[in-house]
């Protein structure tokens, strides 16, 4: 499944079959658009592909052209946010916040960037996915693929620091007042 249309010459838009007239010794382009599950394999008939998705006649007769699409298998791939800290998975301009599933062409390369929430971190990611630098993964959808980024909480470490602190200013205090009894301070 897919379109064609022209931008050379408003009006091209077509489905499955259409039908346009032109002036003899008109120059036509046209464009082939496949669908989500579909992909170009080229032109037939009457016109001669100049690029890999277009095409270009010349009127000086009844022609026919034909543009060939082809169905793709398909393959899902699942993306998995675990771990108790929070954060976004990104794909393309798409965000997975906690489970994505999605259908995607047999062959389709891309990069996924895991990025944590403010109070967490990434601690990794596992499944079916190549990394290629701190947080971010290659995926070639040569199969049905998962993959996880795991993020972790760590407000609860920061909450022990400053607890650490506070324990360690109290002593110093403490400290301070007792050895403040002991220097000038009349028994």
Known sequence: DGVVSSSVMPGIKCGDVCSLSYKEGAVVFLN?????????????????????????????????????????????????NAGDGSGVIAKDGVDCRTECKESVKKGAEFTLKGTADAGSELENFSGDCLGIGSGVCRVTMDGDKTITFSFKNNTQGSYKILGLIAVVAGLAYALWRKSKKHIGVPK
């Open 32 to 80: 082939s658009a496949e669908d989500a599950t579909s992909e170009f394999t080229g032109w037939s008939g009457d016109c001669l592909g100049i690029g890999t998705h277009t095409c270009k006649t010349t009127i000086n007769n009844n022609l026919t052209v034909t543009a060939n699409f082809d169905k793709v298998q398909m393959y899902t791939l699942t993306i998995n």
